[in-house]
């Protein structure tokens, strides 16, 4: 009966990790950053409560730089939903200690029931290594063919970053046109990875003024069609 009982609080313990990654401390809808003319393109933003992230005017200010960069492709921020969390306990170490051989650790971040608008950034204090990363298409395709049991799906438009990007700090190579925000809102619309151009915002060269706030009409375009329904694979 001990045994039994003590496999029940495991169980439970589990589904509770599941369940829950998050407790909401309170919720704000920060209104459509840049010009309205524009496609509008809403957000969710998961906020670790106490982080740099947890102050609205650094949330707008990187909205309307946002905004700003992808405004050359007529395509602007529109209402974030945010929410102001405190994490799980030993959430964050799991994800900072996760085994490459296992399915991503960030699935841990998409239990339970989530926001329905993605993008979802989760915006993180210190509680990992300094990272910014996003799941685009190509990201998510990769995983499920890799760990095919896996609900990979659930990671697609979400991206993780620290505080420590709010500026361009640890991009050594960024112009202050660079925005590390709106280079994972590309990762995810416009299905890229880094590409080798220089002086863009996705640009893969090393070199003083390689990273600026610059997008080309082919990336342009690539994200007019983030948000329309995927054709069927062949």
Known sequence: MLILALALNLFQAHAQVLASPWNVLREEVLPAAGNPAHRQLPVTLIVEAGSKWDNRTVLLQTLSKTSTILG???????????????WQEGLMHRLENASPYNPPADLELVQGELPVT?????????????????????YTDAYKRMFPQADIEKLF???????????????PYATATYNTFAHEMVHILANTGHVMIRRNLMSEFEGRGMQTGDLTPEQCSAMASFGEPEADAP
């Open 72 to 86: 050359v492709c007529g395509i602007s921020i529109g209402e974030a939903q945010v929410q102001t969390v405190v």
């Open 118 to 138: 993605k993008p979802i950034a989760f915006l993180i204090g210190k509680g990992i290594y300094q990272t910014a990363k996003a799941a685009n298409r190509k």
């Open 157 to 171: 438009g979400s991206i993780i970053m620290t505080e420590q990007y709010i500026s361009n700090t640890p991009v």
